[in-house]
């Protein structure tokens, strides 16, 4: 069974630009995460869907990050523009239904300089 | 709201010892609780899920317990070897997404 796809791996910008991160999770997952990961500390959850709606997005910062899961599959998430402090790692994960056991994609490493 | 804590920060030891890593919640209305390994520059790999309803799972040389009345889970590893360093992460589920602790980094010294 193939595992949750991410793209980039890395990405490196200067503050400012916008950046886009892809997300395929597991077939059949109808929840989908997307977390960030400040060096040192626990992933923080960012937004969730269940399907292609959004069931929470309180800790996602609205003026400068957008994320859509269209037709409820693949979802991506973007940020413009990017701040310094958003230099962190991007983790998307999936799971078959919102309490079940959720499974993480290798995550995209950004830097912002 | 959900707060997760793990103790230690980090921790080393010789090889083939056994360990006890440690993870507090602060709401014991959880569903689930999942253990994670994270390696260097990598994503997160699950161990074991606990749902409210079970006491304690096995996986290998792994098994986690839950005491959902004191606020805890504790991950106990069995004959540690070298490859079993990393980091170590729990996260509690309510009704709302993985809520993480910040990790217990993990150094096996062979």
Do not use: M
Request: hydrophobic content about 35%; charged content about 20%; proline content about 4%.
């Amino acid at each position: 069974e193939a595992g949750v796809a991410q793209s980039p791996r890395y990405k490196i910008i200067e503050k400012r630009q916008s950046v886009a991160f892809w997300c395929n999770p597991i077939s059949g997952h109808a929840t989908l995460y997307w977390y960030q990961q400040i060096l040192g500390q626990g992933p923080k959850l960012l937004i969730q869907f269940q399907n292609n709606g959004v069931v929470d997005d309180s800790q996602l910062p609205k003026d400068r990050f957008s994320a859509e899961r269209l037709k409820g599959v693949d979802s991506t998430l973007k940020i413009q523009p990017a701040k310094l402090e958003d230099s962190a790692v991007y983790l998307c994960a999936s799971s078959l239904e919102r309490s079940t056991e959720a499974f993480f994609g290798q995550g995209t490493r950004l830097t912002v300089v | 709201k959900q707060e997760v804590t793990q103790i230690p920060a980090a921790l080393s030891v010789p090889e083939g010892e056994n360990l006890v890593l440690n993870c507090s919640f602060t709401d014991s209305a959880i569903y689930n609780l999942q253990w994670f390994r994270q390696d260097p520059g990598k994503g997160l790999t699950s161990l074991l899920l606990i749902q409210s309803s079970q006491r304690e799972q096995t996986s290998g040389r792994l098994n986690a317990s839950l005491d959902k009345s004191s606020g805890r889970s504790t991950l106990y590893i069995a004959a540690s070897q070298p490859g079993d360093s990393a980091t170590y992460l729990c996260a509690g589920r309510e009704d709302t997404p993985l809520v993480f602790g910040k990790g217990t980094r993990l150094s096996v010294i062979a």
